[in-house]
């Protein structure tokens, strides 16, 4: 008898919820191909746990090479704290930025 992984595949809202981001989030990371996903049934969206696993390990990789003095949306900020922006904020912004693309 083999003992199967407790969790083998996630949902985008299970993912999500784990991560602290949005579904939608997810669903992007996999339709610009940076996170593997599959169709079940041709409609229903599932992510394999090694495929978070391999995201991981590449987002881990891609900021070994980072500087200290970079500047990043969200990162810490010189007195040490991290900022995020609350979801209507974030609305906000993106219905600003879209405004101003469009001009």
Not at 1 to 17: E, G, K, N, Q
Not at 75 to 98: C, F, K
Request: hydrophobic share 35%; aromatic share 4%.
């Amino acid at each position: 008898m083999t003992d199967a992984p407790s969790r083998s595949v996630y949902t985008p809202a299970a993912l999500a919820r784990e991560w602290a981001c949005s579904e939608r989030h997810i669903r992007n990371l996999i339709a610009a191909g940076q996170l593997r996903g599959f169709r079940l049934g041709g409609k229903l969206l599932r992510i394999q746990s090694d495929a978070v696993e391999e995201f991981i390990a590449c987002q881990n990789t891609a900021s070994d090479g980072s500087t200290t003095d970079s500047a990043s949306l969200g990162g810490e900020t010189e007195s040490g704290t991290v900022t995020r922006l609350e979801p209507l904020a974030r609305a906000r912004l993106n219905g600003l930025r879209q405004r101003s693309t469009q001009s």
